[in-house]
């Protein structure tokens, strides 16, 4: 029998990623307004990679245990793919998007949680 349950949890569909917000709501990309979708990738850009490539402005977060690197890694993926579907996604904010696609593609991110 433990063999059925290990296979049914291991063969069942991945749930759709939610956004975590910091007061423990949560948000399918699909759901969020534009702005905040933009917003929400630049903090984690900004918290996930060297200081030199930080978009300003930058404001410092203290991140709870529930935002591994891992979850940080699924947020950038669903978050960026969802914002390129946007029609009403700025220019300004298009470059910055394309501009964190090169710088990331290059290494590996890591997050960073503590305030300075």
């Known amino acids: 029998m433990s ?3 290990i296979e049914a949890s291991t063969s069942a569909p991945a749930l759709p990623f939610r956004w975590r917000d910091a007061g423990g709501n949560y948000h399918a990309p699909e759901s969020m307004e534009t702005r905040h979708l933009f ?3 630049r903090m984690i850009w900004n918290h996930s990679m060297p200081e030199v490539w930080r ?4 404001r410092l977060y203290r991140f709870q245990p529930f ?3 891992e979850y ?3 947020a950038i993926t669903a978050i960026g793919k969802e ?3 946007r029609p009403d996604l700025l220019p300004s904010w298009k ?3 394309d501009f964190m ?4 593609a290059s290494m590996k991110p890591q997050l960073t949680t503590e305030a300075a």
């Open 3 to 5: 063999e059925e349950l």
């Open 39 to 41: 917003y929400t990738l």
């Open 55 to 58: 978009i300003q402005p930058f």
């Open 67 to 69: 935002y591994t690197e």
């Open 72 to 74: 940080m890694r699924s």
């Open 83 to 85: 914002l390129l579907s």
């Open 95 to 97: 470059a910055q998007i």
């Open 101 to 104: 696609a090169s710088r990331f």
